[in-house]
């Protein structure tokens, strides 16, 4: 950009302290937003499995027969 001579010079030092502030705001709202989004949307998922949860079960564990083939063959 083309301005007078003390206009560019406060052009200069304005665009480079509004890039500085952009860096810095930008690594503030994205942590933010990481934070509470992600991490809220974490903790309710959690939640939800929890409330979930299959209680009359012991073990999650699905017995698999010796005498499948199915490893065998694969291709």
Sequence with gaps: MK???P???AY???MHFSHILGRIMSTILLTVLWVVVFG??????KCMKLLRRDTAS???WIDISKESSDMRHQF
């Design 12 to 14: 200069d030092v304005w």
């Design 7 to 9: 206009l560019q010079k």
């Design 3 to 5: 301005l007078p001579a």
């Design 58 to 60: 012991d073990t999650y």
């Design 40 to 45: 809220l949307y974490a903790v309710i998922l």
